[in-house]
Nanobody, 123 residues
């Protein structure tokens, strides 16, 4: 059974940092591209960052480029999202997801999803 579990969310002041983790089980983690998405109530799920299985290719949405860093440790079946210089508009539930093919920005292409972790940035 495939399972993705996110952690590391919380409440932080603007300008602060958080590191999200996503632990995968039940599959060969290194064979999957990983994406991080976020969602606020009433809005569509938004792509944040993606990384291929080998970490050779990384992409970001423009609004987080230079502030967020996606990475993964295949030996630990874990992916990360380091978030620095957080802004109130980064407040959302953050989800990790895995895709059997190449990384992409569309949520519907991803095969497995975690339940999410709440990130709240106060001004």
């Amino acid at each position: 059974q495939v399972q993705l579990v996110e952690s590391g969310g919380g409440l932080v002041q603007a300008g602060g940092s958080l590191r999200l983790s996503c632990v995968a089980s039940g599959l060969f983690f290194s064979r999957y591209a990983m994406g991080w998405f976020r969602q606020v109530p009433g809005k569509e799920r938004e792509f944040v960052a993606g990384i291929t299985g080998s970490s050779a290719t990384i992409i970001y949405v423009d609004s987080v480029r230079g502030r967020f860093t996606i990475s993964r440790d295949n030996a630990k079946n874990t992916g990360y999202l380091q978030m620095n210089s957080l802004k109130p508009e980064d407040t959302a539930i953050y989800y990790c997801a895995l895709d059997t093919s190449a990384i992409g920005r569309r949520a519907e292409r991803y095969d497995y999803w975690g339940r999410g972790t709440q990130v709240t940035v106060s001004s």
